[in-house]
């Protein structure tokens, strides 16, 4: 009989401190990998505004790629952590090793197409060609380090899905540290290392990910958190992978999307020149680090929904899921008031272009009117998605990002003298839109008649 390492009954006792006890470690390890993303681009940005819009085209593509990754990690979190709010820690065990075999064997396709067709990707987008160049090799060494980065990212889900957020966290925190520490030695040659450019802060994210899999495989396989698998877990079972795909299909769809739209957005973007590519990336790369309390704690109150609905106790899932709405709006708000003061200065960090400022800190400003509503979205979804409930998701994010976002992003730049900005008014006005519809779909409660 499998053994729970320290268990936590999630499912009874006071939600917000099950909720902010659940939920910190994951914010953490989440903007733990964010600041490490920042990082690379503050060295990337000492290369040029060419190696900048490179790699910022080139995460598009990743962001791409990793969203088929999204639906089969929704339909594990939702299956493992109902299994866990049910006691069923075998159960939970089975479908996180069928999760592994899934994983590696879809990271080993991404891997050989990746690092064959890198540069024809990049191309894609129309951009200059040093710009391809620069994404093309960036792509290659990430590509070759895929099979590892499906592992690790699969532990770590996994891991946080049985109620256990403290040691995804500390995997992130070692292997980011490496991260930090390799980046700059790799990308500008400092201490006798080579000086690999672009290459290099692509090298140390593979060297990171590689050590990250190892800890979580060997977190996972000795027992040292609340699931531990056994060799059987392995054994392939059809009806349990066709589970997790059925669950998983409307998300990866979702997802999918997603990431297609934000390319097109890149392409409304390119025609105003290699500058605005470049602070448009870098404007992403703040996003996410805006993104990572809600992801963190979306994510937490996730968990507590499938654990809750496992437990049959719905109406703790709800609370949990707005309290975690409100905690993340009062952030939100504080980061786009400063935002408006110190956008320039933010921007600065990254590059001395100071056209590429100047565009990027009219960027990040026009974002506040999104980001202040932000945590609806971000964070019911979520919650929808714990509870095993992804086709309302992906309705949603259909009718947002294809007749909201992308329109309104190829009429916007043309009205009233908006130019480029007018692409990231049109993300803001669909996040709006976003939050109204997540919550009058969870407000109306058809997520908890879910049967997964």
């Not at 990082?39 to 593509?61: E, F, P, Y």
């Not at 396709?109 to 090799?137: K, N, Q, S, T, Y």
């Not at 699931?227 to 997802?255: C, E, H, N, T």
Request: charged share 10%.
């Amino acid at each position: 009989m499998r053994e729970e390492a320290g268990p936590k009954d999630w499912t009874v006792g006071p939600i917000v401190s099950n909720l902010l006890r659940l939920s910190w470690p994951m914010v953490v390890m989440e903007s733990l990998y964010v600041v490490s993303q920042l990082v690379d681009m503050i060295w990337v940005g000492r290369l040029g505004s060419a190696a900048v819009a490179g790699v910022g085209v080139a995460n598009i593509v990743l962001l791409m790629i990793m969203s088929m990754d999204f639906g089969l990690i929704v339909g594990v979190r939702a299956m493992v952590a109902r299994r866990v709010g049910g006691h069923d820690m075998a159960g939970a065990g089975y479908i996180a090793g069928q999760a592994f075999v899934l994983c590696t064997l879809w990271g080993a396709v991404v891997m050989i197409g990746g690092m064959l067709f890198a540069e024809p990707m990049m191309a894609v987008f129309g951009v200059d060609r040093d710009v391809v160049r620069e994404g093309g090799a960036y792509l290659r060494i990430m590509f070759a380090g895929w099979v590892p980065l499906e592992i690790l990212v699969m532990g770590l889900y996994v891991i946080q899905s049985a109620g256990d957020t403290m040691r995804p966290m500390m995997i992130e925190l070692i292997i980011r540290i490496i991260h930090v520490i390799l980046c700059p030695l790799v990308v500008m040659g400092y201490w006798g290392f080579p000086r690999l450019g672009v290459s290099g802060a692509a090298l140390s994210n593979v060297v990171s990910q590689v050590l990250g899999a190892i800890l979580g495989l060997w977190f996972l396989l000795g027992g040292r958190t609340r699931l531990r698998l056994a060799v059987s877990d392995f054994r392939l079972s059809l009806d349990i992978m066709v589970s997790i795909v059925k669950i998983g299909v409307p998300a990866l769809i979702m997802q999918l999307q997603r990431s297609l739209g934000g390319s097109a957005l890149t392409w409304f973007v390119i025609p105003f020149g290699t500058m605005a590519i470049a602070a448009h990336s870098l404007a992403l790369r703040i996003d996410m680090f805006l993104f990572m309390p809600s992801m963190g704690l979306g994510s937490g109150a996730g968990v507590l929904v499938g654990q809750n609905l496992g437990a049959h106790q719905p109406e703790r899932a709800e609370k949990g899921a707005w309290m975690a709405v409100g905690f993340v709006e009062v952030f939100l708000i504080a980061c786009s008031l400063a935002i408006l003061l110190w956008a320039e200065s933010i921007m600065g960090v990254f590059t001395r272009d100071l056209e590429v400022i100047r565009l990027g800190a009219l960027f990040l400003r026009v974002g506040t009117a999104g980001y202040v509503v932000l945590s609806p979205g971000s964070v019911l979804q979520s919650c929808i998605a714990g509870a095993g409930d992804t086709l309302p998701n992906l309705i949603i994010s259909v009718g947002i990002i294809w007749c909201i976002q992308l329109p309104l992003a190829f009429v916007l730049p043309k009205v009233g003298g908006l130019g480029v900005a007018g692409v990231r008014w049109a993300i803001a006005i669909s996040t709006m839109a976003g939050a109204i519809a997540y919550a009058a779909y969870f407000k109306s409660g058809r997520w908890k008649t879910k049967r997964i």
